[in-house]
């Protein structure tokens, strides 16, 4: 799979959805007809699954090329559209469940797993005879406009531990952190202070945890803990 190299069809479904204007990152080429998203550093447009990028937010209606600043992009969103399928077991079929999500491949392809990171683009609205998907896009399907709840599991290293694959950190994220094996000289805090958080989307936001014992790094700890990102 890979990103579009030209305009492709908008494929909508029934009336169209709502439009509105976005401006988009300088320098960035959006082609008609592919998934958008939002930079979550500056909230600037580029196509869906560039690093640093939230999920989808729609659709684009137009063809940019070389954005120049303060370029604006119109982008339709609120809307079902029928989607290129993904292949092997990310391929949906009529055996999945209406409101099942859907995952970003690339800027024009859809995919049943999460797989490396992808962000939700959607829900599965059914199938085309022709084996398209078809998928409701909004910023609120995507969960762009929801509360984003993220977790998972890491093992420190000599106290430390970078998560950097896959996750979005945003300036007002809220992350806990709970200890779930203890091994090594385990510490008794678990710390992500404001400089080890770099803000953005998957490819770009990153987090570094730490353990401390009476304040002091605990380079011995080798514990395994879960992390919850809100926000």
Same mark, same amino acid.
């Not at 090594?184 to 490819?203: F, L, N, Q, W």
């Given at each position: 799979? @890979?990103?579009?190299?030209?305009?492709? +069809?908008?494929?909508?479904?029934?009336?169209?959805?709502?439009?509105? !204007?976005?401006?988009?990152?300088?320098?960035?080429?959006?082609? !008609?007809?592919?998934?958008?998203?939002?930079?979550? #550093?500056?909230?600037?447009?580029? =196509?869906?699954?560039?690093?640093?990028?939230?999920?989808?937010?729609?659709?684009?209606?137009? =063809?940019?090329?070389?954005?120049?600043?303060?370029?604006?992009?119109?982008?339709?969103?609120?809307?079902?559209?029928?989607?290129?399928?993904?292949?092997?077991?990310? *391929?949906?079929?009529? *055996?999945?469940?209406?409101?099942?999500?859907?995952?970003? #491949?690339?800027?024009?392809?859809?995919? =049943?797993?999460?797989?490396?990171?992808?962000?939700?683009?959607?829900?599965?609205?059914?199938?085309? *005879?022709?084996? =398209?998907?078809?998928? !409701?896009?909004?910023? +609120?399907?995507?969960?762009?406009?929801?509360?984003?709840?993220?977790?998972?599991?890491?093992?420190? #290293?000599?106290?430390?531990?970078?998560?950097?694959?896959?996750?979005?950190?945003?300036?007002?994220?809220?992350?806990?952190?709970?200890?779930?094996?203890?091994?090594?000289?385990?510490?008794?805090?678990?710390?992500?202070?404001?400089?080890?958080?770099?803000?953005?989307?998957?490819?770009?936001?990153?987090?570094?945890?730490?353990?401390?014992?009476?304040?002091?790094?605990?380079?011995?700890?080798? @514990?395994?803990?879960?992390?919850?990102?809100?926000?």
């Amino acid at each position: 799979m @890979s990103d579009a190299t030209g305009d492709i +069809e908008l494929d909508g479904v029934g009336p169209d959805g709502r439009r509105f !204007h976005v401006p988009v990152s300088t320098g960035a080429t959006i082609y !008609h007809g592919v998934m958008v998203s939002q930079l979550v #550093a500056d909230g600037l447009l580029v =196509k869906t699954g560039t690093a640093g990028a939230g999920p989808c937010i729609g659709k684009a209606t137009m =063809k940019i090329e070389a954005a120049t600043a303060g370029q604006r992009m119109v982008v339709e969103t609120d809307r079902v559209y029928r989607m290129t399928n993904g292949g092997g077991g990310d *391929a949906f079929s009529e *055996a999945d469940m209406i409101g099942a999500p859907v995952y970003a #491949a690339d800027d024009n392809v859809v995919a =049943k797993l999460s797989t490396g990171g992808r962000q939700q683009c959607g829900t599965f609205q059914g199938m085309d *005879a022709d084996g =398209k998907v078809r998928v !409701h896009i909004s910023p +609120e399907a995507a969960g762009s406009g929801a509360l984003r709840i993220q977790s998972g599991r890491g093992t420190f #290293a000599a106290g430390v531990l970078a998560v950097n694959a896959g996750i979005t950190v945003t300036a007002t994220s809220r992350v806990f952190a709970s200890r779930v094996t203890e091994a090594g000289t385990d510490g008794d805090e678990i710390r992500i202070p404001d400089a080890d958080r770099t803000v953005g989307g998957p490819g770009t936001g990153a987090l570094t945890f730490r353990s401390f014992l009476s304040g002091v790094a605990a380079t011995s700890d080798t @514990s395994t803990f879960d992390y919850l990102i809100v926000g």
